[in-house]
């Protein structure tokens, strides 16, 4: 699904040179649900924002779906995108003044879908998540767990075949931390979508099928 082939990343100032990334070979399957750990600094972002397609690598081929990006436009990239991949963030990254609804059909306004067919995709998604009865609220009237959640359904709602997901479970406490990753562990088993997650948490990898670890930019395992 997605595949990796000597995956560098250098980040340059005028005055510093950073390697985030050194050599990375990785393939994730079909279906999988992917870890990466690490400590802080040791190049996890950049590997997920590489994989997502947010970020280009100094070196190295990405494949995705047995597509090779590197001779994408910024058009056809957006566009693959946007099909492919869903998107989750430590941070949720809603957008405040626009209903939990609203939120949801977001990436379906770059499809030529009809509103009603909008609504009607992200009003599923949102069951799917467990939120239905939250359709007309906004963003800071959530928990941090509901946000997450609402998150979780505008990632879905285009139906992609990848999840990329940075500390998902990051600001929550256990309890909605396990909440989030029962909806993630049902979106990969039930759906059979590919998931790639980020966190700090073990307990979190463990439930897992996979689990990569960096170091200082490596793979170590
Ligand atoms: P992690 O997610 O594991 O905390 P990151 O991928 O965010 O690590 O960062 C990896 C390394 O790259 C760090 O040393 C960080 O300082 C550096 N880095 C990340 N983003 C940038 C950037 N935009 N410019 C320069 N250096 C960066
Ligand atoms: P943090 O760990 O600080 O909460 P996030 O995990 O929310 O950060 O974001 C990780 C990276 O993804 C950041 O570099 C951010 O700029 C980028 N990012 C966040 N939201 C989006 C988005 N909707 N589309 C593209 N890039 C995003």
């Known amino acids: 699904m997605i595949k990796l082939k000597n995956i560098e990343k ?29 400590p802080s600094g040791c190049g ?3 590997l997920l924002n590489i994989m997502g397609l947010l970020d280009e690598p100094s070196k190295g081929e990405i494949t995705v779906d047995n597509e090779t990006i590197s ?22 990254h809603l ?29 599923e998604a949102l069951q799917k998540v467990g939120l239905s009865n939250r359709m007309k609220h906004y963003p800071t009237q959530l928990s941090g767990g509901q946000k997450q959640r609402v998150a979780i359904a505008r990632a879905i709602v285009g139906r992609p ?4 997901a940075d500390e998902p479970t990051g600001n929550l406490d256990s309890a909605m931390g396990n909440e989030i990753m029962d909806i993630l ?10 998931i790639v997650m980020v966190t700090h948490d073990e307990n979190m990898a463990k439930k897992t099928n996979r689990l990569v670890r960096l170091f200082d930019g490596t793979q170590v395992m």
């Open 10 to 38: 250098v980040y340059r100032t005028s005055t510093i040179e950073t390697l985030a990334l050194n050599e990375i070979n990785l393939e994730v399957g079909k279906g999988e649900f992917l870890s990466i750990m690490g």
């Open 44 to 46: 996890k972002s950049t």
């Open 71 to 92: 001779g994408f436009s910024d058009k056809k990239l957006a566009h693959f995108r946007n099909q492919k991949l869903g998107f989750i963030f430590q941070s949720y």
């Open 95 to 123: 957008i405040n003044d626009l209903p939990v609804l609203d939120n949801v059909e977001l990436p379906l306004l770059y499809r030529s879908s009809s509103a009603s067919e909008r609504t009607q995709l992200a009003t």
């Open 161 to 164: 075949e990848i999840i990329l």
């Open 185 to 194: 562990i049902n979106l990969n088993k039930n759906d059979g979508t590919t």
